[in-house]
């Protein structure tokens, strides 16, 4: 009687139906990849021919297959979540062992830890930095973590300004022509220096307005990462009497929190010495020293050569290294080291424009808290903190394996390595055939529930025609029984 086939249908169209009500039931979990049942027929097994005859013992469930097709992205404007688009799996760990998973809700922990819901922490290849130079530990996992400490702060070594200097500006301290500005009373008339001679011109004085063209101003910071004001005067130098005209040449004059700054002595600031006396000191207004730049543009109105004056070896006028000038280093009142600047004018321009600030970079920053962090689709992970600064905290760690089907299923959206799935790789987003990251995103799941519901429908008709297999082979049964 056929009692057993058709039993071995009810189980099979109860195991489909679990399949697809299982499907159904994740249509919203995050990474999820739906399965599906598969069948094969039952033959009792046969001498010679016989099984030429046998009309079968019905049918089992041979597997339950997951199918590994990308989910829909779905974004959430929630730094921490990430989605993986294209192969692979992001890799976590707990003190049970080490995980895979589609399933990038990640979150903090009262630590710092980057984890899922269920505690697995998220794996990183760690970053080395050597110079300037980031590279990243793919031999090496580690957990990613964020600093909830203090970021500490860098002190500014250097000072890019892009300024367009105004080329038809009426040059305010041009009194008498020749020798009408810049920096030394000292400079005589007749000494081929006439152009660096203010004495019969206007002294500069930061306040006094008349005496400069325009002003700009920058913060800085010192090692402790306490702010400083550095505050720059731009005055134009113009003589038309002069064997050189000066209506291409400008002068600044550079102060932190209102104190002048001076060129660096430092022999690695000039390339070469410039004209004139040698043992001239510079300007000196009540008890301070200062000494500007001296900026010299083409006539297409780029920048040229930067010239600036020592008092000590290497003396006198010197033509500085790049169009930079290192200044001396300026105590603090902080308690931090002194501050020493390089500003570079290379990015200079004195076109017929108006005056205008086009860029004041530097490179120090302050202290600063962590404000969160950045995942780029290359999985790099920067941490980001509220002074600007970012710091490289490694790359996101990807897996793969030959054959994802043969994983072990655990739960929880997890998958670990199985001898069936072949040996894991780990590697890069973006590199070979893993797939990138999108930060701000989840995976959604793969269930179309429209197939579901036929495929339920269809389960249900298999279960409803295996029962009527039983009832019939009942009903037969009957009969025999009722034969006298």
């Not at 400083?228 to 040449?249: C, F, G, I, Q």
């Not at 689709?377 to 903190?385: P, T």
């Not at 655990?410 to 780990?426: H, I, M, Q």
């Amino acid at each position: 009687m056929p009692f057993r086939i058709a039993l071995s249908g009810l189980n099979s169209a109860s195991n489909d139906l679990k399949v697809t009500g299982n499907n159904i039931a994740n249509a919203s979990t995050t990474g999820f990849k739906r399965s599906r049942a598969e069948f094969v027929d039952v033959y009792a097994a046969a001498y010679g021919a016989i099984a030429a005859t046998t009309p079968g013992n019905g049918v089992r469930t041979s597997n339950i297959r997951q199918l590994f097709s990308q989910g829909n992205v779905e974004y959430t404007d929630n730094a921490t979540d990430l989605a993986v688009t294209g192969q692979g799996f992001f890799v976590v760990a707990d003190d049970k062992g080490r995980f895979l998973t589609r399933n990038g809700a990640f979150g903090l922990d009262r630590d710092g830890f980057v984890q899922n819901s269920t505690g697995q922490r998220l794996q990183i290849f760690p970053s080395v930095t050597v110079g300037n130079v980031t590279t990243y530990n793919t031999g090496s996992l580690v957990d990613l973590q964020l600093s909830n400490t203090i970021g500490a702060p860098e002190a500014t070594t250097k000072v890019n300004v892009n300024v367009n200097l105004d080329a038809d500006v009426i040059n305010k301290q041009d009194v008498n022509g020749m020798g009408a500005t810049l920096y030394d009373p000292l400079w005589p008339a007749g000494s081929g220096n006439e152009d660096f001679n203010p004495a019969a011109g206007v002294t500069f004085d930061e306040t006094d307005p008349t005496t400069y063209n325009h002003v700009t101003a920058t913060t800085t910071y010192d090692t402790l990462g306490a702010p400083h004001v550095l505050t720059m005067y731009w005055r134009k130098l113009e003589d038309s009497s002069a064997t050189l005209p000066l209506n291409n040449t400008w002068q600044t004059y550079a102060f932190v929190d209102g104190q002048p700054m001076q060129p660096s002595s430092d022999p690695y600031n000039a390339v070469a010495p410039g004209p004139g006396p040698a043992t001239v000191p510079p300007l000196a207004v009540g008890t301070r020293e200062m000494s500007p730049a001296v900026l010299n543009f083409g006539v297409d109105g780029t920048m040229q050569t930067a010239e600036y004056w020592s008092n000590v070896a290497p003396l006198g006028r010197q033509l500085s290294a790049n169009n930079s000038v290192i200044y001396e280093p300026m105590p603090t009142t902080t308690g931090s080291a002194p501050v020493q600047i390089s500003i570079d004018f290379s990015d200079l321009t004195q076109f017929g424009s108006d005056f205008a600030v086009n860029e004041l970079n530097q490179d120090g920053f302050t202290t600063g808290r962590l404000a969160g962090f950045d995942v780029e689709e290359d999985g790099v992970v920067f941490s980001r903190y509220t002074n600007g600064n970012k710091e490289v905290m490694g790359m996101v760690a990807m897996a793969n394996v030959p054959n994802p089907q043969g994983l072990a299923k655990r739960g929880d959206s997890l998958w670990s390595e199985a001898f069936d799935a072949g040996d894991t790789v780990l590697g890069q987003p973006g590199t070979s055939n893993f797939g990138l990251i999108q930060a701000g995103a989840l995976e959604g799941s793969t269930v179309e529930l429209a197939d579901e519901l036929v495929q339920m429908i269809i389960a249900q008709r298999n279960y409803q025609a295996n029962s009527q297999v039983i009832s019939t082979a009942d009903q037969i049964t009957q009969t025999l029984l009722n034969i006298r």
